[in-house]
């Protein structure tokens, strides 16, 4: 039995409020179960320097944790410096969010996505992702509404999800008692065809099989269609 309650196949709870932010282009607070983050998307009608003059756009990411985000304070980043896992998720992050954009059409403008984990109970960089992905689309949608974009530049939905063995059984989507006591776990980036954008995987007390490997992936594919629909309903999009 998962310390929730839950069925080895049973996402948490999954809530997307779109709007959230007045201010942003696109904007939501995702919740996965007690993990709640908000993401935000800014459209900068210019990208980095590295692109100037090559009429393609780029998309990217930032990513922390608020200081009662966990149970114990964490100084802010500004005050202590950004470590190499925040790094590590955000760049995650901007490449999962890249992979499905059409960056020539976007044309020389950036999108930045901010995720910023106001409460944390395992699974932020998935929530992050997924809720990341509905900020950027809605800002894409604001784009062409204000006429400067002919339709939405996204060749794919996309979501991510973590997967773990836990007391010898495949779990989908970890909370933080399952994912700091899991012999393995996962994190998974797929599209709504199925198609893998990446993979994180790690062995915590022992090597994980192959047949393990491929139920984590069919719980993942699992998981992933369902957040998928659940932001399409947010979005409002088929």
């Not at 590590?88 to 999962?96: A, D, F, T």
């Not at 002919?150 to 999800?161: E, G, I, K, W, Y």
């Amino acid at each position: 039995m998962r310390p929730s309650g839950r069925k080895l196949a049973e996402l948490r709870n999954v809530s997307i409020e779109t709007g959230f932010n007045k201010q942003a282009e696109g904007s939501c607070l995702i919740s996965f179960g007690d993990t709640k983050v908000i993401c935000n998307a800014t459209v900068q009608e210019k990208v980095p320097p590295f692109l100037r003059g090559q009429r393609v756009g780029w998309v990217t990411a930032e990513y922390g944790m608020l200081p009662r985000s966990t149970n114990d304070r964490m100084d802010r980043e500004a005050v202590k410096g950004r470590g190499g896992r925040t790094y590590e998720i955000q760049r995650l992050i901007g490449r999962s969010l890249r992979g499905v954009v059409n960056l020539r059409e976007l044309g020389e403008r950036q999108i930045i996505v901010d995720c910023d984990v106001i409460q944390a109970d395992g699974g932020t960089r998935t929530a992050s992702i997924t809720g990341g992905f509905v900020a950027m689309y809605l800002a894409l949608q604001k784009l062409v509404k204000d006429g400067k974009l002919d339709r939405v530049p996204v060749t794919n939905f996309l979501a991510a999800v973590s997967c773990g063995i836990y007391k010898g059984s495949c779990c989908l989507d970890l909370d933080y008692d399952e994912d700091s006591n899991a012999e393995a776990d996962s994190n998974f980036v797929m599209d709504d065809k199925g198609r893998i954008i990446e993979i994180q995987g790690t062995a915590e007390e022992k090597p994980f099989t192959k047949e393990e490997f491929l139920r984590l992936t069919e719980l993942a594919e699992k998981g992933i269609e369902e957040l998928i629909e659940l932001q399409r309903e947010a979005l409002k999009v088929n």
